[in-house]
């Protein structure tokens, strides 16, 4: 009988003959627990025999790989009192020594006889070729062509051998593996069978058929992803009725008339599709991405409209204070002129009601908040947390609207959701994700990009100083546009000093600038420990032009709109991340004057000089975020998952750009036909695997 995946999960490892409770204890530590923890556990690379470097052809300066057996193992102390192993290693045509530095270890792990992969940079020393700390796979005296290397563990005592062996027997037990992909689909996108793609994964017989294997395991692990991600939208889609929104009414075209500037393509786009979900039959649950600037807010209040001038009200709920107050000002000076119809006053209309709810709202206001909100008096609420108290009653919520949506939990969305009869639904990020990794991190979400920057936004101009004349010339900046009548930011990574981090702070670099760089300018200091108040206070003054110089830490990251504001300068920015280095930059170039960032910081890695050449070369979010994606790998992105594991070990977001997209396409291909898969029953049983018993059930119900 053929094996399903959620079989082999279910068998733990200990039915491999040969492993003892000391290596059972090891597998445990590489968090291989079951059978298919075993199976799952692929090879990172492969060693072709008929094609290694020989140690005769290593070339002086060059990374090498070497397939060898140890010859010689020496361990002693330097004279500065650290470790030092030399080991001589041979491969037939050659020797070469390898110099481990503080790994004592080594010592014990290389004896006489042992072969192993070795790699790292070649230097000449003493007349003799060596390699520095190379990394070392041990691969014991394996047979064959193609030799699978497996990461491994030295702390787990497991080496790339043992691994093979292990695999080799569980393969053997589990024999024919069910294919959960129907045949139409292997032959549409040319992918080999299930059985022979993990036999061949891990003892491919040429490098082109571990490639084979490969693609469709890799396929496999985007299927189930997208296929629960597909089940999951439809599934809300049957539970849920949508509310008959008005969309054709008079507010939306009185607000886009009213607005200084015209809509850019990719706002009225966004908006088409927004009216579209409003109109049909399924709450709306769509994704608004767009970059810094974008316009995003625009977007986000016609949706609100639409609701109000139906008799609906709106919900916009921000993560932090600063961000809701400057949302709630922003989207009440855009709402100035626009009139709804009202016929309990005197002239049977009044403005659109907007206000604010966060947790410094005062208790009277408070009180007259959530009777206008029961009356129907409120049209739209923006707040923070404070949205989600069980004071807050709707009289009929229509939309809500979730910005920066990554920093709520599932629960608080459901739970804003709540607050009315399935509202639609529209969240926002400013956090440029790119198209493959959106699908994996917002699959159950429709998705909508804004990708054109309104007219009136001048491009920033961003340098990466390389020395203290080049950095003098960002102060210098800072002074020229500040006499121009303009305002800076200065940001730093901590708030004070630290004596494990080797960074500036805010509030040492605040009182360097104002007592030796700018005595004669207005400074002032924000940072997140300070009382609301005082954040508040200095905010105020900053958009209100009474300071020159606003020296901050990353409280000012996102949502803060300051248009006069034209220079930021960015200390020991190879600290930061290029999303939260992009969405600093967007701080400044929101008016019509020239923009200038200044990232200082020595980009001491290879990860943070790219990082900071990546800033210096484009302003485009969405290009930012594949450099990103290619830095950081999709680990972090995937991590902000709310719930189920990623499941991809071996798919990569990056290389398989055309199999995520073929696997979406699958997806809705297999689920649209068969809703609850029951036509399916091999590929349910492996979505189950990726979710807990509550989902199952809510899923899987007919």
């Known amino acids: 009988m053929a094996r399903k995946l959620r079989q082999l999960e279910a068998l733990d490892v200990d039915v491999l003959t040969g492993v003892g409770p000391k290596k059972r204890e090891s597998l445990s530590e590489m968090e291989i627990e079951t059978v298919l923890d075993l199976l799952t556990h692929y090879p990172r690379r492969y060693i072709d025999r ?12 060059v990374e090498g790989m070497v397939l ?27 020797y070469l020594k390898c110099t481990f530095f503080n790994q004592p270890w080594r010592a014990k792990q290389l004896k ?15 007349g003799r070729k060596q390699m520095t700390n190379p990394g070392v796979d041990l691969v014991g005296d394996r047979t064959g062509r193609i030799i699978p290397v497996y990461p491994q563990s030295q702390k787990a005592d497991l080496m790339t051998w043992e691994l093979s062996k292990f695999v080799e027997e569980a393969l053997d037990r589990a024999g024919e593996m069910v294919d959960p992909l129907p045949e139409q689909f292997r032959d549409e996108l040319d992918l080999v069978d299930r059985t022979w793609a993990f036999r061949s994964i891990h003892g491919p017989e040429t490098l082109n058929a571990a490639q084979a294997a490969r693609k469709r395991l890799a396929f496999d692990e985007l299927l189930r ?15 849920s009725r949508g509310i008959n929104h008005v969309i054709d009414g008079p507010l939306v075209p009185a607000f886009h008339a009213s607005l200084p500037f015209p809509l850019t393509g990719a706002q009225q786009r966004a908006i ?20 810094v600037g974008a316009g995003k807010t625009v977007v986000a209040v016609s949706a609100l ?37 009202d016929d309990n006053t005197l002239f049977a209309e009044r403005p659109v009601r907007v206000e604010l709810l966060t947790n410094r709202t005062g208790a009277a206001d408070r009180t007259r908040i959530h009777a206008g909100l029961l009356d129907g008096s409120v049209d739209m609420l923006v707040g923070t947390h404070a949205l989600l108290t069980e004071a807050v009653e709707f009289r009929a919520l229509g939309v809500v609207v979730i910005d920066e949506q990554h920093r709520f939990g599932v629960e608080q969305r459901a739970a804003l959701r709540g ?37 009136g936004r001048t491009p920033v101009t961003t340098r990466w100083p390389r020395g203290p004349l080049e950095e003098s010339e960002a102060w210098s900046t800072v002074r020229t546009e500040v006499e121009a009548g303009h305002q800076a930011y200065v940001v730093c990574p901590l708030i004070e000093e630290s004596e494990k981090i080797q960074a500036r702070s805010a509030t040492d670099e605040f009182d360097r600038l104002r007592a030796e760089v700018y005595p004669d300018l207005r400074l ?21 032009g009474e300071i020159d110089v606003l020296v901050a830490t990353t409280v000012i990251e996102v949502g803060v709109d300051v248009p006069n504001a034209t220079v930021m300068v960015v200390e020991d920015a190879d600290r930061f991340g290029i999303a939260q280095l992009h969405q600093l930059r967007g701080r400044v170039g929101r008016g019509a004057a020239h923009s200038y960032c200044f990232l200082i910081g020595e980009g001491s890695t290879p990860e943070g000089q790219a990082r900071l050449e990546a800033m210096e070369r484009t302003t485009d979010g969405f290009e930012l975020a594949e450099v990103d994606l290619e830095l950081r790998g999709e680990g972090t992105i995937l991590g902000t998952r709310q719930k189920g594991r990623s499941d991809l070990k071996l798919a990569s977001l990056r290389r398989d750009k055309d199999l995520v997209m073929e696997a979406r396409r699958v997806a809705f291909a297999i689920v649209d036909s068969d809703q609850t898969l029951d036509k399916h029953p091999d590929l349910a049983d492996e979505v189950q695997l990726l979710i807990d018993e509550e989902e199952a059930e809510f899923l899987f119900k007919s």
């Open 524 to 544: 002032a200091l924000l940072h997140g420990q300070m009382a609301a108040k005082d954040k508040e206070a200095v905010m105020t003054a900053f958009r209100a």
């Open 68 to 94: 060898a057996r140890v010859k010689r193992t020496q361990g002693r102390r330097t004279r500065q009192g650290r470790s030092l192993v030399e080991v001589d290693i041979f491969d037939g045509s050659g």
């Open 419 to 455: 607050k009315g009869d399935d509202p639609d639904v529209l969240v926002m990020t400013a956090t440029p994700i790119p198209r493959t990794a959106a699908m994996h991190v917002y699959g159950d979400l429709d998705m909508t990009v804004l990708d054109e920057l309104p007219p």
């Open 225 to 239: 992803l997208q296929t629960t991600l597909v089940m999951r939208k439809r599934a809300v889609e049957r539970e």
């Open 272 to 291: 088409a599709e927004i009216d579209k979900d409003l109109a049909g039959p399924h709450p709306m649950h769509r994704l608004l991405q767009g970059d």
């Open 112 to 126: 006489e006889g042992v072969e192993g992969i070795f790699f790292g940079k070649v230097d000449m020393y003493k």
């Open 50 to 61: 008929t094609q290694q470097t020989e140690i005769r052809d290593l070339q002086a300066g």
């Open 305 to 341: 409209l639409v609701a109000v001038q139906g008799g609906f009200q709106g919900a916009f709920m921000a993560p932090t204070e600063v961000l809701a107050e400057q949302h709630f000002l922003g989207m009440r000076q855009l709402l100035g002129g626009v009139m709804i119809t």
